[in-house]
């Protein structure tokens, strides 16, 4: 009887230092490995694609130029007769629901056109430009345009242009522009007892 209650112990031991020594090790490995392939795969694929030119778009303002110097830029390009108009439209929306509360973030919308170029602060927001320019305009401040519009470019703090995203991309899109904010500094704490002092 004592020596089936050591037999089963010892099992019992065995198992837990296998499941503590080797399962869950192996786990946390298989786990975070995944997760750095997810990351370095995104980072591959934001490799610099080209300089995005601000200043030679028509119409910007040196107070505007300045307050996107430095700053995480989605760029959107459309076309007027575009049949993906309204889905651009609705993820636009919700770029700017997402992601205007942050200072980093500023969104331009490019449509291109033919007759005036100009470039406007659209519905009384800091962050969101509208900008009617011309093919060759666009073309010179860096963006590719054998895309097939509508698409977005994600422009980083350095004015590098990170990657190119179709209308289907969104998921995508969402994901690496988050990849691509500066991380916020940790506040620090402040105990209790220090506000009391």
Known sequence: MEE???S?????????????????????W???KKGSDFRMGNVEEMLSKGDFQ?????????????????KSLLVGVMQSEDEQGET?????????DQFSSSKEFKLIQIEKVEGEESFQLAHHTENYWVAKQ????????????????????LVDMKGQIRNYY???????????????????????????RDLEK
């Open 134 to 153: 011309s093919k060759p305009t666009i073309e010179s401040i860096g963006i590719d345009f054998n895309q097939s519009t509508p698409f977005w470019a």
């Open 88 to 96: 651009f439209r609705d993820q636009l929306g919700n770029l700017l």
């Open 4 to 6: 089936k209650r050591s």
């Open 166 to 192: 179709s209308m289907d991309d969104f998921e995508k899109l969402v994901l690496q522009t988050a990849m691509i904010f500066p991380l916020k500094k940790r506040e620090t704490v402040t105990l209790k």
């Open 30 to 32: 298989y786990y975070l």
């Open 8 to 28: 089963g112990r010892f099992v019992v031991i065995t198992l837990f230092l296998l499941l503590m020594l080797v399962i869950l090790p192996l786990g946390s």
């Open 54 to 70: 601000l200043d030679k778009m028509v119409g910007v303002r040196p107070m505007d130029l300045d307050s996107m110097m430095g």
